[in-house]
């Protein structure tokens, strides 16, 4: 019989007072290889501070958790810094050449077949193409630090189910050893960014007492990955590269469906962020957040006039129209990678500099060097940015 274990600390259902929190956490939302790309970015800058080893936990939903597979990757030396070299042979060009690919429409069409009407879900074959990318490993192959936690969702519990290296499942269906499920990587990431309905969920059981339990992308229950960290951190960053709420109703029937569970999720998603706000602001935690759909001007006011962020990074208008490139893991023109790449990057040292409290900072703050400077042209970013 499976061994389920009892409630682990990791599944808190209470938020922790200002005492119980510690060390830092990185949550990467969902959004498609447009988080993904955006979150790049983001952890670049990251590492440049000298934040990214600090860490003690990264959880992510959906394309976040792409990104998470590889930064997985990395060598996590206590006390060593990541160098740009091994970040940018390790991590970007990856995935760059992961991006270049188009990883849901193949399992789609042979799931469609009728032949494989009664088979598995596609997310098997999502899974079998980010095999390599996540390094053929397995879950219980993670790193010991940071804490990986690839959240999907428990859809017969309605709750988050995750896997981490020490253990999958959720504070209702119960945990498991990850060891003894066996689970690839990949198995775990695809099933955190299969989106529904387009792909079917997928079933597995902890338990033959229990039964089997459907789980489907992360997004359905928390798509900024907040869940694991912000009841039990000091210091909760996000990226947020999730689809900007959209102002309007579309006409129609359809247009109307559509928008009631836009509603839903962006009222699900703001709720989150307010708790974040209300958690600074009382003190019990610090919080940094920017999302790809606003501009580093947006922090203008908490930033020094020189910042080089608000020289480099991407204005508002340009900010906005980056937020509405497609969610999708269809194939990104090299362009649309690095635009996403840029602003992440800018974006997240404008937050970072604005709001990270004084102990985590540097002692100086480093210059930029944008991935990728030949795409901060206004007119070239704008052939391959949405108009809409």
């Avoid at 030396?77 to 060009?93: D, G, K």
Wanted: glycine residues 8%; contains cysteine.
């Amino acid at each position: 019989m499976t061994d389920v274990l009892s409630q682990p600390p990791s599944l808190l259902t209470t938020p922790a007072s200002r005492r119980g929190r510690a060390g830092s956490g990185l949550c990467l939302s969902g959004g498609g290889y447009r988080a993904a790309l955006f979150h790049l970015g983001a952890v670049r800058r990251l590492q440049e501070l000298g934040l990214l080893q600090q860490l003690r936990t990264v959880s992510s939903v959906s394309g976040g958790s792409v990104l998470a597979a590889r930064m997985a990757q990395l060598p996590w030396t206590a006390n060593e810094p990541i160098s740009p070299e091994t970040f940018q042979q390790t991590l970007a060009e990856p995935t760059y050449r992961l991006a270049s690919q188009d990883i849901r429409t193949g399992p789609l069409l042979r799931r469609a077949l009728l032949w494989n009407w009664w088979g598995p879900s596609a997310i098997y074959g999502v899974a079998r193409l980010l095999d390599a990318y996540c390094g053929a490993r397995k879950v219980h192959e993670l790193p010991m630090a940071p804490n990986f936690v690839f959240c999907a969702t428990d859809l017969t519990h309605g709750t988050n189910w995750t896997f981490t290296r020490a253990q999958t499942g959720g504070h209702r269906a119960g945990t498991v050893r990850s060891r003894t499920l066996d689970l690839p990587l990949s198995f775990a990431v695809a099933t955190s960014a299969c989106f529904p309905p387009v792909f079917a969920p997928v079933e597995l059981t902890l338990s033959p007492r229990k039964g089997p339990v459907l789980l489907n992308d992360g997004g359905n229950y928390d798509n900024l990955a907040l869940e694991p960290v912000w009841k039990s951190h000091e210091l909760v960053v996000v990226s947020d590269g999730g689809t900007p709420f959209r102002y309007g109703v579309p006409a129609g029937l359809l247009g109307h469906l559509t928008r009631f569970i836009t509603v839903l999720d962006a009222q699900s998603r703001n709720l989150r962020k307010r708790w974040l706000l209300a958690g600074t602001a009382e003190g019990s935690l610090a919080a940094v957040y920017w999302s790809v759909g606003r501009s580093v001007h947006a922090y203008r006011r908490q930033l020094p006039a020189d910042a080089e962020c608000l020289t480099l990074g991407y204005a508002e208008t340009l900010a906005h129209r980056i937020g509405r490139i497609r969610t999708d893991f269809n194939r990104f023109s090299p362009g649309e990678q690095a635009v996403l790449e840029n602003h992440g990057y800018t974006l997240a040292d404008a937050a970072l500099r604005a709001y990270l409290p004084e102990r985590y900072r540097p002692a100086s703050w480093p210059a930029l060097h944008v991935p990728h400077p030949d795409w901060l042209n206004p007119a070239r970013v704008k052939s391959v940015v949405p108009r809409k």
